[in-house]
């Protein structure tokens, strides 16, 4: 067997030299298993509906979001052939995917934010949050709407005599990382009540309802009076649903879109990533508590994670999906679900890892 470095036109051609039933051009078929973050979930079904059509079914993608500590577990298992994290693997996950499949390659797919989505009978304009406010009101220390640290933040906002109801993933969730991350930079008593970010923090007992992936925390805010939950913004806007803004670095009340993203990005993918997991892996950026009067403090950034030892038509047919995900194509497709396309420069770099990726024929 022989290890061999895909060039581009070779990746192109992958799709007409899968395995399995044939497609409706008659061509074999590649079938491939993604599984992983919900953060991501949106984009992947419009993504892998449009491959599918792109190659005339030639390759064929599905992917189920199980949660980001789940991606993690089924790449590293090799129960699928690509896994999802909105948080870079850590340093005992890396050690444990080592010893099973080598190197792991992190492959950036889209920027996105996750948003403070709530249901608060009456209150039709976004609220205002700080991120101290948002800690305290997820470890329980603020437990009414009408609480005078948010009646300070919404003047004149008719805010109701209703009890806050705090909504958690209950599931290992790198949503739930960039919370945390988040949480963490901006407020000393989540950094020392709750600790360092983590894909699954010890939430204050006692306090909220916890909900499985982000259809779970965005449904059972959508139902229930009273509640809070986090979520990208792609699930707020699906469901139609009220989130508020969050006040920047800078000290602006800002709230989530395309263009808040990007500048959060534009102010933070330049920088030296010293804190792990970040740290660990190439092309993995923490973009929270963003520098810039326009930046979203609350941005991510989601991974397709990939062994970079792949075999058959398999392998090849895994990296010309990504390669094609994040090229300009498919990163116009991302802005249309409501994630922040990648830059050019780091387009160029993805492109780079995965053309590094070896596949033994």
């Known amino acids: 067997m022989r290890a061999v470095l895909l060039p581009v036109s070779v990746l192109a051609a992958v799709v007409l030299s899968g395995c399995g039933k044939g497609s409706k051009s008659g061509a074999p078929v590649v079938d491939l298993r993604g599984r992983g973050a919900t953060f991501v979930q949106p984009i992947m079904k419009f993504w892998t509906e449009k491959y599918a059509e792109k190659t005339d079914d030639a390759m064929r993608v599905d992917y189920q979001g199980i949660g980001s500590g789940g991606g993690v577990n089924a790449m590293t298992n090799r129960e699928a ?14 050690a444990a995917a080592k010893e099973k499949g080598g190197e792991v390659v992190h492959v950036p797919l889209v920027m996105g934010a996750v948003v403070p989505m709530y249901n608060v009978p009456g209150v039709t304009k976004p609220l205002a949050f700080t991120g101290p406010l948002l800690a305290d009101i997820f470890l329980g220390k603020v437990t009414n709407w009408n609480d005078p640290k948010l009646k300070e933040l919404n003047p004149g ?13 209950d599931d290992p969730s790198g949503t739930t990382f960039i919370f945390s991350d988040y949480l963490a930079k901006v407020s000393p008593t989540f950094r020392k009540e709750i600790g360092k970010p ?35 913004l792609t699930y707020a806007l699906d469901t139609k649903s009220q989130y ?53 403090p609350i941005a991510g950034m989601s991974y397709a994670l990939l062994y970079k030892k792949q075999t058959g038509d398999k392998g090849k047919a895994v990296v010309a999906f990504l390669k094609w995900a994040t090229s300009e194509g498919g990163q116009k497709m991302a802005a249309m679900r409501n994630f922040a396309p990648l830059p050019t420069d780091l387009r160029t770099k993805i492109a780079a890892a995965l053309d590094g990726v070896e596949v033994v024929e």
Request: net charge negative; glycine share 10%.
């Open 81 to 94: 052939d690509f896994g999802c994290s909105d948080a870079p693997m850590n340093a005992k996950q890396l």
């Open 198 to 232: 983590s894909n699954e923090p010890a939430w204050p007992a006692g306090v909220g309802t916890r909900q499985p992936k982000s259809d779970g925390v965005a449904g059972h805010v959508g139902r229930s009076a009273g509640s809070i939950g986090y979520v990208e």
């Open 244 to 296: 508020g803004t969050v006040r920047n670095k800078a000290g602006k009340d800002i709230l989530a879109d395309l263009d808040s993203i990007t500048a959060a990005a534009a102010a933070t993918l330049g920088e030296k990533q010293t804190e792990e997991p970040y740290s660990l892996s190439a092309l993995t950026f923490s973009l929270t508590d963003a520098d810039g009067e326009k930046s979203y």
């Open 157 to 169: 906002v008719a805010l109701p005599d209703l009890k806050i109801q705090p909504v958690y993933r």
